[in-house]
């Protein structure tokens, strides 16, 4: 079963998915104004596994995440924005 993670930030709306997946996701990303993205993947543990800067135009944008280089488990994604900030939760299954 798969499922489609959304959530609304303050004029900035988001989909991960697949979600679980084998490591290879799609984040869409759909905003009112041009911001800069803070986004950071955390292991159960809390520990920063991965973190990248995106830059966000208005309108949709869709940036392909690779994480094929981690183990099967729950991690946490957050993306933060200059004003806000908002966690989700991603699952792989190798």
């Given at each position: ?8 930030m303050?004029?900035l709306?988001?989909?991960l ?18 911001e800069?993205?803070?986004?950071k993947?955390?292991d ?15 309108g949709?944008?869709n940036?392909?995440?690779?994480f094929?280089f981690l ?9 933060k ?7 989700t ?6």
């Amino acid at each position: 079963m798969w499922w489609f993670d959304s959530c609304r930030m303050r004029e900035l709306l988001y989909q991960l998915y697949p979600n679980p997946g084998n490591g290879q996701f799609m984040l869409s990303i759909n905003s009112s104004d041009e911001e800069l993205i803070d986004l950071k993947l955390l292991d159960v543990s809390g520990k920063q596994v991965y973190s990248k800067n995106l830059t966000i135009i208005k309108g949709n944008k869709n940036f392909w995440l690779d994480f094929t280089f981690l183990e099967t488990g729950i991690y946490s994604l957050v993306l933060k924005s200059k004003e806000t900030q908002t966690q989700t939760k991603l699952i792989i299954i190798k």
